[in-house]
């Protein structure tokens, strides 16, 4: 079984702070891991992923990732919050050895203030 | 994501009703997913097709089934409609490469059963 932990139902942080949303996860294997946005009333869209090779991983919007294997984290940072950074964030795990579907964290809220 | 759309985008439904929920892209992949999302929960996967012929259940496909029409289309249905099944669900793609390349979703449905 694989599954998937976001320890914080929200996160809040000032603009122009650095910001970090947490996520743990479990795989048997090794991990494909995946951060995805949620903005209101629209679908999820994709920021990053990690298959393999460096540990950081860079996105779109200037978010990046950092995936530890020994502390099986893929906790995604960026360096300066801005408002329009408020969104819903989910984290999802699949395994790369052979197909496994996609299981996804409950998701973090993530309130950037003014 | 313009290229996945669902219909319809909201639907009030009465207990014991059949609902269809409908999925349609123009992305040209092989697989497509349903999910549904509820508050603290996160996605659960109901069901995934990697082609017309192939079908398969997800975490929690119990009260639900699909139907694959075509490439380009995928159906959620809901035979006798339950209070519990109020959620927001999801219509998903990815090509070929499945889990390595990232998922494509739609804006989603909201569905309300009374």
């Known amino acids: 079984a694989q599954s998937v932990a976001q320890p914080e139902d929200q996160v809040n942080v000032a603009e122009g702070n650095p910001l970090t949303v947490k996520c743990t996860y479990s795989?048997?294997?090794?991990?494909?891991l995946f951060w995805y946005v949620q903005y209101p009333n629209r679908g999820l869209q994709f920021l990053l992923k990690y298959i393999t090779g460096d540990n950081l991983v860079k996105g779109s919007y200037g978010f990046e990732a950092e995936f530890n294997k020994s502390q099986t984290s893929f906790h995604l940072k960026k360096p300066s919050a801005l408002v329009s950074d408020s969104a819903l964030y989910f984290c999802?795990?699949?395994?790369?050895?052979?197909?496994?579907?996609?299981?996804f964290g409950k998701g973090t809220m993530l309130l950037v203030s003014p | 994501d313009a290229d996945v759309t669902q219909t319809p985008r909201n639907r009030i439904t009465k207990t014991g009703k059949r609902i269809m929920l409908e999925c349609s892209q123009t992305k040209g992949h092989d697989r497509m997913y349903w999910y549904r999302q509820d508050p603290g929960l996160g996605l659960r996967l109901i069901y995934y097709s990697f082609d017309v012929k192939d079908i398969n259940k997800g975490e929690i496909s119990d009260g639900y089934s699909v139907s694959r029409q075509a490439q380009a289309k995928f159906s959620l249905s809901l035979e006798s409609a339950i209070p519990n099944q109020t959620a927001l669900y999801f219509c998903a793609t990815s090509d070929r490469g499945g889990i390595y390349n990232e998922q494509f979703f739609g804006p989603g449905t909201r569905l309300t059963v009374l």
């Open positions: 795989v048997s294997g090794n991990p494909y």
């Open positions: 999802a795990v699949t395994r790369r050895e052979g197909y496994s579907t996609l299981t």
